[in-house]
């Protein structure tokens, strides 16, 4: 049976594609994983569609020298704006978190009412809605940015009160219209899964990406018979500028210790 033992390569703003990047290691344990997070530049949702293609385009060649068979943007706002357009330029397949996120979002709800939250970049984009409409034409899709949720997350601050208020605030118009199901648009937000689902309630479907991207990257490995042939593989953890929040927040979220965080100049 062919096997690839080349690393899968997956990127983020920050910590928030660690939600991902611990999903595959414990769904394909057999594989290393290349992580950068592009702590000097984030947030990414307030930045520009040609700076964010930038910032994937620099990450991208990064990881295509260190020889990746596979890149996961574990990021939706690169997702949103990026990754289709760079797509062509680079010869290993490319897995986006959105298109996964408006699947798994569409199978589970019920009336088809979504509220998706997001960078604010994700949501000028419209990449979700656009998504989700091209499933289901008849689905209803509110896209609300957040732009408080990232700093809190790379800060620590999940269970500040200030954040709980602005969750509230901001799946006020969801929740208002009925959506069965809310979609955590953006990686970090899986940090803060607890309080979304507290003031979601009960009746109201959680979806993580992170899920349905995992699946589909395991399909792309499967069809290039690039599974690695290996019993654990390694993760090596990157930043473009501070490391803090990987050494502090990321390692308590992986569940261990991420050893050294490598700053790299990219
Ligand atoms: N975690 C990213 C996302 O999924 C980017 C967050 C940010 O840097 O604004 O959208």
Not at 46 to 64: G, P
Not at 187 to 208: K, N
Not at 230 to 259: C, K, P, Q, V, W
Request: proline share 5%.
């Amino acid at each position: 049976m062919p096997f690839d033992n080349r690393a899968i390569g997956v990127f983020d703003s920050g910590i928030g594609g660690l939600t991902v990047a611990r999903l595959i290691q414990q769904q394909l344990p057999g594989e290393d994983i290349i992580y950068i997070g592009d702590t000097a530049h984030l947030p990414y949702g307030e930045k520009s569609v040609s700076q964010l293609i930038e910032y994937a385009r620099r990450i991208m060649d990064f990881l295509m020298e260190n020889q990746v068979k596979a890149i996961v943007a574990a990021c939706n706002t690169s997702s949103s704006v990026s990754i289709d357009i760079l797509r062509d330029g680079y010869p290993v397949p490319i897995i986006g978190v959105v298109k996964p996120g408006a699947r798994a979002a569409v199978k589970v709800s019920k009336n088809l009412r979504i509220g998706v939250l997001a960078t604010e970049a994700t949501v000028k984009s419209s990449a979700y809605r656009r998504e989700i409409l091209s499933i289901q034409g008849n689905a209803r899709v509110w896209e609300i940015p957040c732009p408080l949720l990232v700093p809190a997350v790379e800060q620590g601050r999940n269970t500040a009160p200030e954040i709980r208020e602005a969750v509230s605030s901001y799946l006020h118009l969801p929740l208002q219209n009925q959506a069965d199901t809310i979609v955590l648009g953006c990686t970090h937000y899986p940090y803060l899964q607890s309080v979304i689902a507290e003031v979601s309630g009960e009746q109201v479907t959680i979806v993580d990406p992170a899920v349905e991207t995992v699946a589909e990257l395991k399909k792309v490995l499967a069809d290039m018979q690039g599974y690695a042939r290996r019993e654990t593989g390694r993760a090596i953890f990157y930043a473009t500028g501070n490391t803090y929040s990987f050494t502090e927040i990321g390692a308590r979220f992986y569940g261990r210790d991420l050893g050294r965080v490598e700053t790299v100049d990219i």
